[in-house]
């Protein structure tokens, strides 16, 4: 059974930083991107940065550009998300998505509560 666990949020002043870490695990096929998104109360859930795990690279919501930073291990198959110079509106419920196998499956996790102060 296909698990992604994130961990790492919490609550945190305007200007902190936070890390994000989620790990994966009950997958035997081969990841193709993972990728962070963010849900505010009342709000769709929207996409914040993805790594493509072949090579590394890297997209990001224009929100968070200059700021956040996507990385991955793909020896322990987890990916992080270094957010910086954090703003309150960054606040949301964030969550890891794998998408993996030749059908493209897509996988979530549960999500990690990000609050931000001012």
């Known amino acids: 059974q296909v698990q992604l666990v994130e961990s790492g949020g919490g609550l945190v002043q305007a200007g902190g930083s936070l890390r994000l870490s989620c790990a994966a695990s009950?997958?035997?096929?081969?990841?193709?991107?993972m990728g962070w998104f963010r849900q505010a109360p009342g709000t769709e859930r929207k996409f914040v940065a993805g790594?493509?795990?072949?090579?590394?690279?890297?997209t990001y919501a224009d929100s968070v550009k200059g700021r956040f930073i996507i990385s991955r291990d793909n020896a322990k198959n987890e990916v992080y998300l270094h957010m910086n110079s954090l703003k309150p509106e960054d606040t949301g419920v964030y969550y890891c998505?794998?998408?993996?196998?030749?059908?493209?499956?897509?996988?979530w996790g549960q999500g990690t509560q990000v609050t931000v102060s001012s």
């Open positions: 998505r794998l998408i993996a196998g030749q059908l493209r499956a897509v996988y």
């Open positions: 009950g997958l035997t096929s081969s990841f193709y991107t």
């Open positions: 790594i493509t795990w072949r090579d590394g690279s890297t």
